[in-house]
């Protein structure tokens, strides 16, 4: 049994709070053990007893500073990390202000005055979207997937600012996933055993009984890989 630490403050009302579990069990079965670590008390709660640890939808965040260290610290230590939407957007500013130093390093959402808008407004609102996307060839998300165009579905009006791509790219943190028109939507740490973070909810497709790909290797990495197949993971509609 592994323990995966759900970061974020549960809103049973919410689709991606309903459908992490489920996308977790059809990853892992009965071997994975979801638990939900609100962000107020992620501020100061152990987390060395969590296999991995993802980032989930629903921000702004009762607590930044909370999700923002449970980040750190799956990136430091090598923990497996996904972060889908809110997550995402999260742990892009988390490198932005540790790895590449942008002390004031902001999210629109939360700062709508912030100096330095690393998270800003998507040009067009995602809101229970759908998109067609582009996989880079070359990435972990290809070699995941398997595949150059995938369809994900969203609940998301923020995402990265194209300005501070190069920087983050520079970094480490490279975008591994386009948009139609070439807009980033997923970004992965190369030097990492396993970080990524989604604007689209791969979740979701757990909501027709689908097993995801991207989901069945976080926890094949939080520790269960040989009990799912890649054929078994790669059991997903891909346009």
Known sequence: MIKIALVGDFNPDVTAHQAIPKA????????????????????????????????VPASPYRSMEGALRVIRFARENQRPFLGTCGGCQHAVLEFARNVLHIVKAGHKESDPTTPEPVITNLACSLIEAAET??????????????????GETYHCSYGLNPDYIPQLEKGGLRVGILGPNGEPRAVELASHPFFFGTLFQP????????????????????????????????QFKTT
Do not use: M
């Not at 996307?133 to 990435?139: D, E, F, I, R, Y």
């Not at 027709?208 to 790669?234: E, I």
């Open 133 to 150: 996307l582009h996989v880079v060839k070359g990435t972990r998300f290809h070699a995941i997937y398997g595949v150059d165009e995938i």
């Open 24 to 55: 977790l069990a059809l990853a892992g079965g009965n071997d994975v053990q979801p638990e939900w670590l609100a962000t107020e008390a992620a501020e100061a709660a152990p987390l060395d007893d969590y296999a991995g640890f993802w980032c």
């Open 203 to 234: 979740e979701r497709s757990s909501l027709t009984g689908q097993r995801h790909p991207l989901v069945t290797a976080f926890v094949q990495a939080a520790g269960v890989g040989d009990k799912v197949s890649r054929s078994q993971a790669l």
